[in-house]
């Protein structure tokens, strides 16, 4: 039994191991009171947000942290101090996380760097017997891809892709109503990234800077949209969509065609914060601002992503999920269902009596406890999974197979946009084991 509790909240966990796959233990074997170890690799906005989630468990002990900027350790630093625990911070230059990989206290660590920056980490942290927790995407290209599953083969230390969006409520209970078979056969899907991120992309003093002397994403991310053009981020629509699929476990992405519209948005949004005069005025985007893909799968479906970042447009995911017997259109902001001799007339049913009908059984179980733990709650399960595999010293519900294939969009994308939306075939990470692996995400009553 575990021993998982946090503040009022003492449930205990059942048996270890349901319905995961064991793996050959190479790795730091768990202590009897089960508190796990894990260390952090970038503690910027989305490691502290990880952070104080880990926190907040008694099962967890925070050794080690490491970030190149100043500001960021000491926010972290208090956090931890904050939570009467105390960690060594490694800060010295960009490959510091070599030396904290070098500690054989840490089970596994949470790798919330900037993209450029995750395989490489990930597959350190592996090849040191840590489990890699790595945020989204985990690659940037083909090569990477590749290096996560190898990796991963090669030491059979696990690596998790932390999509968060996975356990979001709503896209739970639309899974469980996949299952039990509510939309028939699955024939298609939409999903994508629908995000205004110019305020992201850009700040400092004329609101239209980035690179260094910028803060945040506008460091790092931004660069991407000047020199790469294709879905850049792709797993927050598709991971959940790959789990309704089977994808890995019974079906595969097969190949894809990716267009692009014209860029303006980037530029039109300088222009208004900061005038045509200003040298980032003059800068040619590469990304364009609506990036449409298709992906065919081995069983015969079509999923649509969308990768729209540098327009105005309220946030969304732009979920859809298709069958012989109905479908489902839903998002933060309209959720609604059609099911054939169910639904009245032509319309669309609201889609509330269904997602509750079909909650997820974690969500019963852990619903109260994750709300306030951020992006209503989804990071809770997502920390939780990762925390719980390592207790258990299990393969976690996402793997380096995953993290491989979604990511494999961004590239993939790239090159069928720059060959005039030539179809791209995605490799088989799983080199055939597709057709037998069994897709068991979320399915025992832990994690
Ligand atoms: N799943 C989600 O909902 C979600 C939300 C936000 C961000 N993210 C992802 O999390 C990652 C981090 O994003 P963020 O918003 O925290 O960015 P951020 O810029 O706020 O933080 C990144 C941190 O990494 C540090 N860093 C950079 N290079 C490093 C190195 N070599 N060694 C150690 N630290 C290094 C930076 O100093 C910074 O503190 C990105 O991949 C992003 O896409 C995911």
Redesign the pocket.
């Known amino acids: 039994m575990s021993n998982f509790k946090r503040r009022d909240f003492i449930k205990t966990t059942a048996a270890a191991g349901v319905g995961a796959t064991l793996f050959a233990p190479n790795i730091v074997k768990g202590k009897d009171d089960r508190k796990v170890r894990i260390g952090f690799?970038?503690?910027?906005?989305?490691?502290?947000?990880h952070l104080r989630n880990i926190l907040l468990r008694d099962d967890v002990i925070v050794p080690a942290i490491?970030?190149?900027?100043p500001e960021?350790i000491t926010k972290a630093q208090k956090m931890i101090k904050d939570a009467k625990q105390k960690a060594e911070a490694y800060t010295e230059g960009?490959?510091?996380?070599e030396k904290m990989l070098d500690r054989d206290d840490l089970d596994g660590v949470i790798i919330?760097?900037?993209?450029l920056?995750?395989t490489r980490?990930a597959v350190a942290a592996m090849r040191k017997g840590k489990y890699a927790g790595v945020?989204?995407?985990a690659a940037n290209t083909i090569e990477e891809c590749w290096d996560l599953v190898e990796t991963y083969e090669e030491t059979k230390v696990p690596c998790m892709i932390?999509?968060?969006?996975c356990y979001r409520q709503d896209v739970m209970a639309v899974l469980q109503m996949v299952r039990e078979g509510v939309f028939g056969e699955l024939l298609h899907y939409r999903c994508g990234y629908l995000h205004d991120l110019r305020g992201v992309k850009f700040n400092g003093e004329s609101g239209a800077e980035f690179g260094p002397g910028s803060h945040?994403?506008a460091?790092?991310?931004t660069a991407h949209s000047l020199h790469r053009n294709g879905d850049l981020?792709p797993t927050?629509g598709v991971g959940p969509v790959a789990l309704m699929a089977d994808i890995n476990k019974g079906n595969r992405f097969v190949s894809l065609t990716s267009t692009a519209t014209k860029a303006r948005g980037l530029n039109d949004y300088i222009v208004k914060k900061a005038g045509e005069d200003h040298p980032n005025a003059k800068l040619k985007w590469k990304l364009g601002d609506v990036v449409t893909t298709t992906v065919t799968t081995a069983r015969g479906e079509t999923i649509i992503i969308t990768h729209d970042t540098n327009l105005p447009r309220p946030y969304s995911l732009g979920f859809r999920v298709q069958g012989t017997n109905g479908l489902t259109d839903f998002d933060y902001h309209t959720r609604r269902v059609f099911i054939e001799g169910t639904s009245k007339g032509h319309g669309w049913e609201e889609a509330k009596p269904y997602l509750e009908k079909y909650d997820h059984p974690l969500w019963k179980k852990y619903g109260e406890y994750a709300k306030g733990s951020g992006?209503g709650g989804m990071?809770f399960f997502?920390a939780h999974a990762f925390v719980e595999s390592i207790k258990r010293k299990v393969n976690p519900p996402m793997d380096a197979y995953d993290a491989a294939a979604w990511s494999a969009i961004t590239p993939l994308s790239e090159m069928s946009i720059a060959n005039n939306g030539e179809p791209q075939s995605f490799p088989d990470f799983t080199r055939g084991r597709w057709m037998t692996r069994k897709n068991d995400f979320a399915l025992n009553d832990e994690f």
């Open positions: 690799i970038g503690v910027g906005g989305r490691g502290r947000s490491c970030d190149i900027d960021a960009e490959f510091a996380y919330s760097t900037p993209w920056w995750h980490m945020e989204v995407s932390l999509e968060n969006v945040g994403e460091r790092w991310r981020y927050h992006h990071d997502v």
